[in-house]
């Protein structure tokens, strides 16, 4: 069953066309892996999928709800989409427990007790149970991010975008934010993760798509992809990238 | 009579100060509540003001901005004196105490929403991003996201901004309020003696130094550290 069908996605800024009809489907349980240069729209698409980017033309469906329509409460529709960002952007004012039952209250309108119960058990998915009263500037970079991953799953999400969770990241606190995508993906959680971390690709996507100039340019399994890329472009990328 | 008698005569009278001592104290009340009101409508306003202004409506943040340039313009003088000298003609009179309080909330008003505003657009995109993708809507972001981060940073230029209009409440003796400086002022046409003005520059200082201090230690407190 598809939970993400974008179709035909076009987004422009003023004179740049970003994304030149770009159709991505995501099936349940899924991990899809964004891969490609800077600049390639990979970003942006993620952050079509939930509308806080508005695409110029197409149509996306998720979890069976039109995006894009207008008739569509596009609060209750974020509800289903959980996002990581790059750099966190967990609340400064606010306990790691704060951080995650805010929405639980405010959105699901759950009481104090359930919403903490609650939260409690996502930043236990997260190994994080005993960082609940620190404020983020407490954490590391690495804790942040995984709290930032336990404020999204709280909501049990049909799907989650990760757009570069690690890319902030010190190089030794990278692996405990993989760990706790891997576990999700254990769960059953349906992926999408925009990266640069081959390796983490490799293991565990499902499929992997490689964009370039605003389009899709093939996609495969891993092994498809990175073993024997059919474009020039792709075949340029995965190049480049394996000499680091 | 040396010029030093003459000199505590003058300024340090006892028998004039002892009589005019519970008008200064009356004035001194009156200024707090005048300073209170201004206060606690002049940041609501300005709050209120900066808020409409995050729905970035254009014709209505362009009228927002005419209204705080022109309140941020205009010497609050003026204002009091167009209110209590110049709505009368146009059939519409209000007391002295009223002009200056309105005068001057508008002006705490204008300044205080280009803080407010300040705040809130310092506050980072991010912020608003992560917490629209949990299905909070706009409203809400606001509340609890984003205004307890931006009136955080707001706090320390605010509290200057409103010293600053607040000690403007003197000016309410110009037309006729018995503040502080009004009393002093009618102290010293009756008893022909400046005693009463020193007693009122005193009043002040012991109601605004502790408002400074406070304020400076408020700007310590809570200098925003990342």
Known sequence: ?244 | MTNWDRFVDSFFNARVAAEYFPKILEGFWLTIVLALCIIVTGLVAGLGLAVVRAFAIRPLNLLIIFVVDLFRALPPLVIIALLYFGLPAAGLSMDGFTCAWLALAAVLMAFSEEIFWAGITAVPKGQWEAARSTGLGFLQTLRHVVLPQALRMTIPPLTNRTIAITKGTALASVVAVPDILGAANAGVSFSFNPTPLTMGAAAYLVLFLPVVILGRWIETRFAWKR
Not at chain 1, 3 to 21: P, Q, S, W
Not at chain 1, 149 to 172: C, G, K, N, Q, W
Not at chain 1, 181 to 210: I, P, Q
């Open chain 1, 1 to 244: 069953m598809a939970i993400v069908e974008a179709t035909g996605i076009h987004k422009h800024f003023g004179a740049l066309h970003v994304l030149k009809g770009v159709d991505l489907v995501v099936h349940e349980k899924e991990l899809v892996f964004v891969i490609g240069p800077s600049g390639s729209g990979k970003s942006t698409l993620l952050r079509c999928l939930n509308r806080l980017e508005e695409p110029s033309g197409g149509s996306i469906i998720v979890d069976g709800v039109d995006m894009l329509s207008p008739r569509t409460d596009i609060n209750k529709a974020r509800q289903r989409i959980g996002m990581v960002f790059q750099s966190f952007n967990l609340y400064p004012h606010m306990t790691a427990l704060g951080n995650v039952t805010l929405a639980l209250r405010k959105v699901l309108k759950l009481g104090r007790a359930e919403a903490e119960e609650r939260g409690q058990a996502a930043l236990k998915r997260v190994h994080l149970e005993d960082r609940a009263d620190h404020f983020p500037g407490q954490l590391s970079g690495g804790q942040q991010q995984r709290v930032a991953i336990a404020r999204a799953i709280a909501l049990e999400p049909r799907v989650m975008l990760f757009d570069e969770p690690t890319s902030a990241l010190d190089p030794e606190l990278v692996g405990g934010v993989l760990e706790a995508m891997r576990e999700l993906r254990r769960d059953g959680m349906t992926m999408v993760v925009v990266s640069h971390e081959m390796a983490f690709a490799k293991a565990a996507a499902d499929r992997v798509v490689f964009m370039a100039d605003g389009m899709i340019v093939e996609q495969g399994t891993p092994a498809e992809v990175f073993g024997n890329p059919q474009h020039e472009r792709t075949r340029a990328f995965i190049g480049q990238i394996d000499r680091h």
